[in-house]
């Protein structure tokens, strides 16, 4: 018999319902988002939210474990459900190999050209571009530009697309490779955290735009990107980078949502305010007048407000997320 969870009194961040405050699991799957005077019709283990958030599982599409010293148990100790793995191949496959069941994870080797794998954007203009998913990582300029030639050329380019290539963008972007890079049907992704780059004319562009979140405090990165960044983008968009979109890079594009049919995975979140977040804070309606009909995200505009992980349920089953002490 397939067991029902219930979570109710809370706030629920859904796509099928913006008002929702109770959401039901069966089995591995979201079945029912409402209020909670519906909720309480239902059987199962029902758990009281205490007016906490629950959101999808985040998303960090790049874990570059040539410079992170971060583990499985920490990601989902962050409220990270789901990894891209970067590094070389013995790192990744440890950490995979270290990695709980709950946390999904797909791995870019270092040099792995005949499965899917990472490369330095510099070796697109070396030779024949392998026919599997491929993260080119672009740590220089040098990088950029072939990888920018590559978008250039109409057959490079419908390879790269047909394959399902990547960008991983580690440096400044310059203005005049926006459009090309948007426009090219890549995924991109970077680190709000690493640099100022164009987020809103990326997106306005255009572009897959996905995170590489902060292992430890990943809503630090989306309010980055809402409010550090001189481009910065609204709430909801930054939100969708480190949920949706991370899924939509390696083709999952049923993922990362809580709606009828969906995994049921989630986190529960401890928050001080739900508010409705453009980047420009002089423009930021702070209303939660349910009329708006525009879900509220978490307060991003203070450190000290972030939101503090609660639990987490992967696939409708809660799992720990003690953090490692190694």
């Not at 993260?135 to 050329?153: G, N, T, Y």
């Amino acid at each position: 018999m397939i067991s029902r969870t219930v979570l109710h009194n809370g706030d629920v961040y859904s796509s099928a319902d913006p008002f929702a405050t109770a959401i039901a699991f069966e089995g591995e799957t979201v079945t029912w988002v409402g209020s909670d005077e519906a909720a309480g019709e239902f059987e199962g283990e029902h758990v009281d939210l205490e007016q906490d958030f629950v959101t999808p599982g985040l998303v960090s599409a790049a874990v570059d474990l040539r410079s992170a010293e971060v583990s499985p148990a920490d990601l989902l100790a962050a409220g990270i459900t789901s990894a891209h793995l970067i590094g070389e191949s013995s790192t990744v496959e440890n950490f995979a190999a270290a990695a709980p069941t709950e946390l999904d994870i797909v791995a870019y080797p270092l040099g792995r050209t005949d499965a899917t794998g990472a490369f330095p954007g510099s070796d697109l203009a070396r030779g024949a571009l392998p026919d599997h998913q491929q993260f080119a990582l672009v740590d220089s300029q040098a990088d950029l530009d072939a990888v920018l030639l590559m978008v250039k050329d109409d057959e490079l380019r419908t390879h790269a697309q047909r394959y399902g290539f990547r960008v991983l963008l580690s440096i400044p972007l310059p203005e005049a490779a926006v459009e090309p890079l948007s426009r090219c049907g890549l995924a991109v992704t970077l680190d709000p955290l690493q640099h100022d780059q164009p987020l809103a004319a990326l997106l306005a562009a255009g572009a897959q735009l996905s995170f590489a979140l902060d292992p430890v405090q990943p809503w630090r990165s989306l309010a980055a990107a809402v409010y550090s960044v001189s481009d910065g983008i609204s709430a909801r968009a930054a939100f969708n980078c480190a949920t949706r979109f991370g899924f939509r890079a390696v083709g999952r594009f049923e993922a990362g949502v809580l709606a009828p049919g969906a995994v049921a995975t989630g986190v529960r979140w401890e928050v001080d305010d739900l508010v409705v977040q453009a980047a420009d804070s002089r423009v930021a309606s702070w209303s939660t007048d349910p009329r708006s009909g525009t879900p509220g995200l978490p307060d991003l505009s203070g450190a000290e407000a972030l939101p503090r992980l609660r639990a987490v349920w992967v696939r409708g089953r809660r799992v720990p997320t003690q953090v490692s002490s190694g």
